[in-house]
C-alpha cells in the first residue's frame, strides 16, 4: 500500500513564525502535491511537484513555499505564518506513469493553528 | 474555468438504505478518469471509486457504484446498505491539466443514521 506520512498531526504556532510541514512517501511517485482544507471550501491546490526540484504554484500560493529536495520527500514552508493560514494541511502524492488513472494518495493531514 | 460541483453540503441516510451523492464536473479532457474520495472523521482520505470516461458502463467497488452520464458531465456515488462506517465527508474530482492534478469538488458531508 501506498504510504503518504506528514510529520506532524497537530501543531500551534504563534504569528510570524516560520513554520515548516513535512511529508514522505514511499512510493516513489513523481507527483507530490500540498492542499489546504476549510470548512465550505473543500481541498484547495497550493503548490504541487513533478519532479525534484520541480515546482508549480496551484490555486493559493500565496504565503507559502515549497521545497523538494529528494523524490519522496515534499515540504510546505509558511515563511511567517499568520492567523487565517489556521487549516487543515494535506500532502498527497501520484505517479502520472499510470496516465489517467493518476490516483492520488493522501497523509493523514497536518492540523495547524496560528495564535 | 474547470470546476467540480457537489450541490448537496450534507446528506443524511438511515442505516441499510440507499443514497446518492451527486457530483457534476466540467473538464476541457477527452480521455479522463473521475474519482470519489472518503474523509471519515480521522481524516485520511481514500479513494472510494473511480471511473474511466471512456468506458460505458458504470464502476461499482461493493456496495459503491457511479452512475456516469459523460454528456451531461454528470457522476454520482450511489451507496447501498449503508453502514454507520460510511459516515464521513465525501469529495467527487476530475483532472486539472496533464499533470495529474485534480479538481476537487466542496465536499458532502454524510451522516448514517441507526
Known amino acids: 500500500d501506498v504510504k503518504v506520512t506528514q510529520s506532524s498531526r497537530y501543531l500551534v504556532k504563534r504569528t510570524g513564525e516560520k513554520v515548516f510541514l513535512e511529508c514522505v512517501q514511499d512510493m516513489d511517485h513523481e507527483n507530490m502535491f500540498w492542499y489546504r482544507q476549510d470548512p465550505g471550501l473543500g481541498l484547495r491546490l497550493i503548490y504541487f511537484?513533478?519532479?525534484?526540484?520541480?515546482?508549480e504554484k496551484g490555486d493559493i500560493p500565496e504565503g507559502y513555499s515549497v521545497s523538494r529536495e529528494k523524490k519522496e520527500r515534499f515540504s510546505l514552508i509558511l515563511e511567517s505564518a499568520s492567523t487565517n493560514q489556521t487549516s487543515m494541511y494535506l500532502c498527497?502524492?501520484?505517479?502520472?506513469?499510470?496516465?489517467?488513472?493518476?490516483?492520488?494518495?493522501f497523509g493523514e493531514g497536518s492540523w495547524l493553528t496560528v495564535v | 474555468a474547470q470546476t467540480v460541483t457537489q450541490s448537496q453540503p450534507e446528506m443524511s441516510v438511515q442505516e441499510a438504505e440507499t443514497v446518492t451523492l451527486s457530483c457534476t464536473y466540467d473538464?476541457?479532457?477527452?480521455?479522463?478518469?473521475l474519482f470519489w474520495y472518503k474523509q471519515p472523521p480521522s481524516r485520511q482520505m481514500i479513494l472510494v471509486i473511480r471511473q474511466e470516461a471512456y468506458k460505458q458502463q458504470n464502476a461499482t467497488e461493493n456496495r459503491f457504484s457511479v452512475n456516469f452520464q459523460k454528456a451531461a458531465k454528470s457522476f454520482s456515488l450511489k451507496i447501498s446498505d449503508s453502514q454507520l462506517g460510511d459516515a464521513a465527508m465525501y469529495f467527487c474530482?476530475?483532472?486539472?491539466?496533464?499533470?495529474?492534478?485534480?479538481?476537487f469538488g466542496k465536499g458532502t458531508k454524510l451522516s448514517v443514521k441507526p
Open positions: 511537484s513533478y519532479d525534484v526540484k520541480m515546482k
Open positions: 473538464t476541457s479532457e477527452s480521455d479522463y478518469y
Open positions: 474530482a476530475s483532472p486539472k491539466g496533464s499533470q495529474g492534478n485534480l479538481i
Open positions: 498527497a502524492s501520484s505517479s502520472p506513469a499510470l496516465g489517467y488513472r493518476n490516483t492520488i494518495y
